[in-house]
């Protein structure tokens, strides 16, 4: 299971044309704009992750980052747009610690489990700490399902490309991994080090049992 929600309405807006850099706008302006889309985003997580998205509104997003309203409509021009980024945002750094697990090691085993956990042990955690962020990745409208789709996919061919640089060619061996990082969090405490624990001796099992015989 990975982020498997499809959020936000087909109507939705996408914010990715607003606060783009002009021909005439300096580095240090463009910076300014950045460190203010940043703040607005950390502060509509905060509040969405504590009261949830339906009670949250502009405004309160507005006085948390401590802007005034019009620089919050010159960056996103509605709370779904705000949604949509936020959502965005999300995928991306979950997508760049998994590139990162898989990075740090040549070893299989470890490059699935690391990213296996950036995708479902984290986000499970996440999860834990607030039941409102089901909000944000369990939404069945239209513009996240499309963000959400998206990431799956990058997921499943990152992963099967990890598989296959380790020799293991079977169609269905992303799902299995998927399902046994899933249920490895129905096993025990899924703290970082016992959950990575546990989906390491189950992968390995499972990776014993997929690579070719003269391999093993």
């Given amino acids: 299971m990975l982020l498997r929600s499809p959020m936000m309405s087909t109507s939705l807006k996408s914010s ?17 704009g950045k ?13 969405f992750l ?18 005034a309203k019009g620089t919050l409509y010159l960056y996103f021009n509605s709370k779904d747009a705000l949604f949509a980024a936020i959502a965005e945002r999300l995928c991306a ?3 760049r610690k998994a590139e990162e697990a898989i990075a740090s090691t040549s070893s299989l085993t470890p490059r699935i489990v690391g990213c296996l956990d950036a995708s ?6 996440l999860t834990a700490q607030s039941p409102h962020i089901v ?3 369990e939404s069945k409208e239209a513009l ?25 060619k079977r169609a269905d061996a992303v799902e299995m991994v998927f399902a046994a990082a899933v249920g490895t969090l129905e096993t025990g405490d899924s703290a970082i080090k016992p959950y990575r624990a546990r989906l390491t001796a189950l992968i390995d099992v ?11």
């Fill in 16 to 32: 990715s044309g607003r606060g783009k850099r002009s021909p005439s706008m300096s580095s240090s302006d463009e910076g300014v």
């Fill in 35 to 47: 460190d203010k889309r940043g703040r607005i985003l950390d502060a509509a997580q905060s509040l």
């Fill in 50 to 67: 504590r009261y949830g998205v339906k009670r949250t509104a502009l405004d309160d997003v507005v006085r948390e980052a401590g802007i």
């Fill in 93 to 95: 750094e979950t997508l």
């Fill in 120 to 125: 479902i042990g984290s986000m499970h955690r």
């Fill in 135 to 137: 909000e944000l990745t």
């Fill in 144 to 168: 996240a399902a499309a963000i959400f789709n998206g990431f799956n996919h990058k997921m499943k061919n990152l992963l099967r490309k990890v598989l296959r640089d380790g020799g293991i």
């Fill in 206 to 216: 499972l990776m014993a049992g997929l690579r070719p015989s003269g391999s093993r």
